[in-house]
DNA sequence: TTAGTAACTAACATTTATGTAAGTATGCCA
DNA sequence: TGGCATACTTACATAAATGTTAGTTACTAA
């Protein structure tokens, strides 16, 4: 396999790379609603099953430290903050969405119902 | 987000799904160089960077109990193993095409050279 | 009988990802 | 002053993925 370094890890596949930024248990479920609106941070915890707030504000953290997400905060009373795409994020979608077609390609072959 | 069980174990997206069968640091690899023609356990070894003996025989195990790819055994002495495509299989193969292409997009914007 | 090769397999250790519970900052309102 | 709300943050614990080392089987050739 090839390999490069970034930021001093070392990856062997683009693959690999792609996953580093937008792959674990979180993100691309993120990325996925904020597509066409602001999301708040609790409309978030709300939607999204099982996500604990460690988990939450860090993957949201790292979505805008790369570049995927950015965030607004509206001073009001109590705070509101927003996340939206930029473009980067945008580019995104179109692989998360051959990622779910083919999941429901395969849970389709393995007689699973969504 | 939504939710179905499968094996007795919960998953909330399609995409969860789709890493469940080929994610993972080594599966990818595999599946991309079988794509073409049989390979052989040790050609395996040799061509992936870093794979264990346990990791690449798991990984083996696994995408033939999933349908990806299939084992023949030639009773030569030594024994040979080959590894081939299933249909399956080869479903999968534009899905990380378009992954990889993502990523080597993804390295370019951050300016990583391979 | 010993050694060598291919393809595993098992036991144990470490690393990475995720979960849980509690605490913090800001500001308002009663 | 106390309590409530949003959006985090920190410390600690557990779970999941991967790494390391050694061993196994089956057969042949020296």
Request: glycine share 6%; hydrophobic share 35%; aromatic share 12%.
């Amino acid at each position: 396999m090839p390999q490069f370094l970034s930021n001093n890890k070392k990856y062997y596949t683009p693959v690999e790379y792609v996953f580093s930024k937008i792959g674990g248990t979180y993100k691309m479920p993120i990325l996925w609603r904020v597509k066409d609106r602001a999301w708040r941070y609790s409309e978030l915890k709300k939607s999204i099953s099982n996500v604990s707030d460690r988990m939450l504000s860090k993957n949201l953290k790292e979505l805008c430290d790369d570049g995927f997400i950015s965030k607004t905060i509206i001073p009001e009373v109590p705070v509101k903050v927003e996340y939206t795409m930029t473009e980067r994020g945008q580019e995104a979608i179109p692989i998360i969405s051959v990622l779910r077609d083919y999941g429901f390609s395969l849970m389709k072959q393995d007689g699973i119902k969504d």
